[in-house]
């Protein structure tokens, strides 16, 4: 990639969609997720803020920003629940990588598909550490977006090869079930949510709704299951009932933002949990028996972006997967930029 500072690379949706296809989705899922536990291994050197949100009664508008000291990255995101009743995602975003030395950005990029892509190889990286051993079924209830994600980064990382799906729209399992045909995963399309945990040692929540649902009772909770809870990921927005939460052990990836914005926030602000940079790490244990109730409690951190940001900018120069954007103003005299602005 030719270096010219002004011009910035852009990975428009179509670019990303080549980029997926060219290094496949599963290795694309399985190497994003070592990007993201290599950066979880030098926590200590990011800077970490909870995101910054801006609520509205139909959802949220999300700016998650991140340094490691030489790059800054940020992702803008949005959760409105209500978009697909219009023909619209629920989920959309795009994000930014900069040089801390110039501030000039690296790389401009569509991060609606990254950010389904990241947020399974998170969830699958976090269950190689808290689900059981030989887990090779797992509920997945919320058959959005997200869906297919997650049941591909689960069987490409933790070996999962049966999903059993539940939406209240049948419609979206149907398309989920369709979607995953000859991928190696056997779809079961469930009644209810107490039918596709039946069976399951690995229970997704994904759904999308802006209040306290519940999703998940405690009675449908049996010792020993791993939960990755994915759709409560803001204030007021919640999955799980809150004796689930009394009875499992937690884990986290930034505790200041989940508090505010996962299923905690139904706990009180000293409840333990567990930070997955430090299981991660080894410095604290994940699973420690085969009747603990794990949880992930998912919301997304600004590190899983940077680590996606990253990894997609180091795709750039050999697959020319991008665009030149002309987004910064280049004067010959830096100092002249009026000069520049009144001779065009
Ligand atoms: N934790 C994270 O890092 C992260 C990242 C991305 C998205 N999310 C969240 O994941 C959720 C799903 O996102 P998406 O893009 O797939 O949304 P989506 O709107 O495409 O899909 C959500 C699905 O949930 C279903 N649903 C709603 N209420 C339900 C219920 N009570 N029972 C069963 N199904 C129900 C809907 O019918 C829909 O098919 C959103 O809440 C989003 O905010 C979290």
Known sequence: MEEKLNVVPFVSVESMKKLVHRIGVNPFLNELAAEIEKDFLRWEQFDKVARISAHSEEGVIELMPTTDGE?????????????????????????????????????????????????????????????????????????????????????????????????????????????????????????????????????????ADKQYATILTDNMIGPGVHINAVGGDSPGKTELHKNILLRSSIFVEFPPQTRIEGEIQQLDADHPVTDLYSVMAGKRAGRTSKQEITLFDSVGFAVEDFSSLRYVRSKLAETGFYEELDLLADPDEPRDLFGMLMGA
Do not use: W
């Open 71 to 207: 790059v800054y990255g940020f992702k803008y995101v949005s959760g409105h629940p209500k978009n697909t009743r219009s023909g619209c995602q629920t989920v959309t975003a795009f994000g930014l990588l900069s040089d801390m030395r110039t501030g000039y950005p690296l790389m401009l990029s569509e991060m609606t598909i990254l950010t389904a892509l990241r947020t399974a190889a998170m969830s699958a990286l976090t269950a190689k550490y808290l689900a059981p051993k030989g887990a090779d079924t797992m509920a997945v209830i919320g058959n959005g977006a997200q869906s297919e994600f997650q049941a591909l980064a689960f069987k490409e990382i933790v070996g999962v090869t049966k999903v059993r799906l539940f939406d209240i729209q049948c419609s979206a399992s149907m398309k989920c079930a369709r979607n995953l045909r000859g991928t190696g995963i056997e779809a079961t399309i469930c009644n209810s949510a107490e039918e596709a945990v039946l069976g399951s040692q690995i229970i997704t929540t994904v759904t």
